[in-house]
């Protein structure tokens, strides 16, 4: 597998949640690496378990060490799925697989050029309206990573490998291949960047991770018109838990229901920029 810059430049931003996990069903568990999550989908001490989401760059010695203080060791995943693979989604990826050998990995196909290196992402809008974060996007890498044969298109029966009860719900705007994950049984939901609980473009709330609903990060969010119908269509949802790609994990099911619906009524007020490059587009 080839590396990239999107797998090896460390990125100095962190939050005050870093290296923390909190478990927010007996088989969801939320682990937060610098200023990003990754899930792990299982109960530790039976059966299999999934590895959602792959952090930000050169933290793949870090995921693994969660994995194993959550599972014990010699227990690696059954499949890794992508909600999406941007930098902070995908950065531990290459070193994971390294580790586990034979782990598929499952994303869109929309999502493959940039995870078989055949297309790099859109440059961050750094002039967007926005605080602090989005003026660093330019640090952010957009290239493509490529580890072949490894990853698999997710099925189209809108099934999720080795989750039982899960389905994947295409939400593209943020990324062209962005998924969310529901669940029927218990509204489960984990949504990836279509939506974030906190606010991604302050410097100081995502070093806080305070509490509150926001559309997709502005500075790599190329497509708000179809970020909008996304939002809309995990509202329809009647989510009662979320996971988000930033932010802390929501359980209160009256906040998240009334706090989302209100996101999708009024994204183009609330979520998009004022101006900025992709709105401009």
Known sequence: MERSSSTERFQPVTSEKSNQGVEVTPDLYCHTIQ????IFYGKPDEGDWVLIDAG???????IVEAAVARFGSHRPPKAIIMTHAHFDHVGGL???LEEWKDVPVYAHELEMPYITGMQDYPQPDTLVEGGMVAKMSFMFPIEAIDIGERVHVLPTDHSVPFMPGWKWIHTPGHSTGHVSLFRESDHALIAGDAFVTVKQDSLYKVFTQELEMNGPP???TPDW???EQSVKSLAALKPEIAITGHGVPVTDASWLQTELDNLANRFKNVAVPDYGKFVDE
Request: hydrophobic letters at 40%; charged letters at 30%; zero cysteines.
């Open 56 to 62: 930000m760059p050169k933290s793949g010695k870090k």
């Open 94 to 96: 290459i070193d994971v």
């Open 218 to 220: 502005r500075y790599l």
């Open 225 to 227: 018109e179809s970020a």
């Open 35 to 38: 200023i990003v999550n990754i």
